[in-house]
């Protein structure tokens, strides 16, 4: 299958992107995945810690869960930082956030001067996912493992 990319057309009197396309993708690819890398390899390093914290939401099978979205994070991370499967990693990744932050930042369940910091850490991972579910229309970009096999 080939695709072909089409820049962006610019508004009157603006430059035209087309000459930033490649860098911004990557970047936005590898900003967007850095979160998941991270988190990924935290969990992994700090299984316990974070099986408990799993558990004390009441879910089952705190430490296989722990284990088994730490490693998610990181390949689907990675996989998303180089453009591999890059579409199929985004939407993965943004359908896991949002499903991560209506268990652990439910703040519509707490009283009402918890909720502040919680509603916060749910609105940034509404807009993380909004920018995963972007990746996931539009593709990786030019400067990816995804377009490198489209050639």
Partial sequence: MS???????????????????????????VLLALMFVLSGFSKLTSLQATASFIASTGLPLATFIAAATGVFELAAGIALAVGWH??????????????????FHAYWKLP????????????????????????GAVGAGRASVDARQLV
Avoid: C, H, W
């Fill in 112 to 135: 009402a001067d918890q909720q502040l910091m919680q509603q916060l850490m749910f609105m940034k991972n509404v807009s993380v996912a909004g920018g995963l579910f972007f990746v």
């Fill in 3 to 29: 695709r072909t990319y089409v820049a962006a057309t610019a508004l009157p009197g603006t430059p035209a992107a087309a000459g930033f396309e490649a860098p911004l993708t990557l970047i936005g690819r």
């Fill in 86 to 103: 890059a579409r199929l990693a985004a939407i993965a990744l943004g359908l896991f956030t949002l499903l991560a932050s209506v268990i």
